[in-house]
């Protein structure tokens, strides 16, 4: 399994959000790689927003636990390239 530590940056004048997730082998804590983006505050869910938009740094952290599935692709992609292609947040919520 794939754990995902996951930050949320919101930039107001922008309306933009940095997106920055690091990948650990859940069994190990080994980390895997990382990848970050920049994507529009309209795409995040409103779940999250709300965390954001609690704390005056506009910012909130999280660690999920990936899927299977998808720890096989995102594990590939590591190995190849150094790096994901996607956020698995896009993954996940887009």
Same mark, same amino acid.
């Given at each position: 399994?794939?754990?995902?530590?996951? !930050?949320?940056?919101? =930039?107001?004048?922008?309306?933009? %959000?940095?997106?920055?997730? $690091?990948?650990?082998?859940?069994?190990?804590? +080994?980390?895997? !790689?990382?990848?970050? =983006?920049?994507?529009?505050?309209? %795409?995040?869910?409103?779940? $999250?927003?709300?965390?954001?938009?609690?704390? +005056?740094?506009?910012?909130?952290?999280?660690?999920?636990?990936?899927?299977?599935?998808?720890?096989?692709?995102?594990?590939?992609?590591?190995?190849?390239?150094?790096?994901?292609?996607?956020?698995?947040?896009?993954?996940?919520?887009?």
């Amino acid at each position: 399994m794939i754990t995902v530590n996951r !930050g949320y940056m919101y =930039d107001p004048v922008d309306n933009e %959000v940095l997106i920055t997730e $690091i990948y650990y082998e859940a069994a190990t804590e +080994t980390k895997l !790689g990382s990848k970050m =983006d920049r994507l529009s505050y309209s %795409v995040i869910p409103n779940s $999250i927003k709300e965390k954001i938009e609690a704390v +005056t740094s506009l910012s909130y952290m999280e660690s999920i636990e990936m899927s299977q599935q998808l720890a096989a692709v995102y594990q590939d992609e590591i190995n190849k390239y150094g790096k994901p292609e996607k956020l698995y947040f896009e993954y996940t919520n887009m």
